[in-house]
């Protein structure tokens, strides 16, 4: 079970839903996520959905008659394809344009939801929901849930999910998140749950372009830079990764992944020099990449 409260800096809580309108995409937490290389087509997405949730706002205000806000959401796609990484955004942008009080994110996994005897799957999911409250719940291969047949203590996390998300549906959203086809069957496995979960959004695996450019930006993020063969080599290594690659092998992460590894390669290629400057301690050279 992993907690992130959403960043903080220079941003403020909006005090009414014009005003949220006003601020809409000069919020922190849009620029970040405008800054996620790539995902354009989830990003005008998230301007969709959180727009809405705004303009139904007002439209309430003004006693028009206004949708149900329900923003519970289903992330479908391979793994480090940013599914997480938007989650923890999309709850920074909906607290600072006041659609949720908190908008921390808590991730959890089946072995977070599920107990071991009758009953016990009812209390764990309700002690989940009650950390969640003001944020979004976060249910990574969330398919799993009804994996283990009939009489799976699963399916009773389910249920208890589902009713929190009516109890509480002005306080808390829930995003469920795992591989495109097991999405799919685990919406059908329960009847109440395709109803409540109506925005979908795919995550497209990264073209090498974008895993190049998301590696500088680690890089830079670390005070590292490349030399020029290294930058045509790491280059070449993501066009051969992407024709070869699994769906599941990793996308981002196989990025960070091989960065980190870099890093470590570079250390110890310096660590018995007698003398560093800036240059040496900053560069990685096509050497240091596995």
């Excluded at 976060?138 to 994996?147: G, P, V």
């Excluded at 249920?159 to 829930?174: F, G, H, P, Y």
């Excluded at 959004?201 to 895993?211: A, K, Q, T, V």
Aim: charged share 25%; glycine share 8%; net charge positive.
């Amino acid at each position: 079970m992993k907690y992130t409260q959403p960043g903080t800096a220079g941003g403020t809580p909006v005090s009414s839903p014009a005003d949220a309108a006003y601020s809409f995409c000069r919020t922190d937490a849009f620029r970040e996520l405008e800054k996620m290389i790539g995902l354009k087509s989830v990003k005008k997405t998230i301007a969709e959905i959180s727009a809405y949730a705004l303009i139904q706002a007002r439209r309430n205000q003004q006693s028009l008659k206004a949708d149900p806000t329900a923003l519970h959401m289903v992330f479908r796609g391979n793994p480090g394809t940013g599914k997480t990484s938007v989650a923890r955004i999309l709850g920074g942008i909906f607290k600072e344009i006041g659609i949720l009080p908190k908008g921390h994110l808590l991730e959890v996994e089946r072995a977070d939801l599920v107990g071991e005897y009758i009953g016990h799957t009812a209390q764990k999911t309700r002690e989940v929901l009650k950390k969640a409250n003001g944020g979004i719940l976060f249910i990574d291969e969330a398919y799993t849930l009804a994996r283990g047949g009939g009489k799976d203590f699963g399916h009773e996390a389910i249920a208890t999910l589902v009713k929190a998300m009516e109890d509480q549906r002005n306080d808390l959203i829930v995003i469920l998140a795992g591989y495109c086809l097991e999405m799919d069957a685990f919406m059908l496995s329960n009847p109440g749950l395709r109803s409540r979960f109506a925005l979908q959004i795919d995550f497209p695996d990264y073209d090498s372009e974008e895993l190049f450019n998301i590696a500088l930006q680690m890089y830079n993020e670390r005070d590292y830079e490349l030399s020029n063969r290294c930058r045509w080599k790491l280059k070449c290594n993501l066009d051969a990764f992407v024709k070869s690659h699994h769906p599941h092998s990793g996308n981002a992460r196989y990025v960070r992944n091989l960065v980190e590894k870099s890093v470590r390669l570079q250390a110890l290629r310096l660590v018995d020099r007698e003398y560093l400057n800036r240059k040496d301690l900053m560069t990685i050279e096509a050497v240091d990449l596995p």
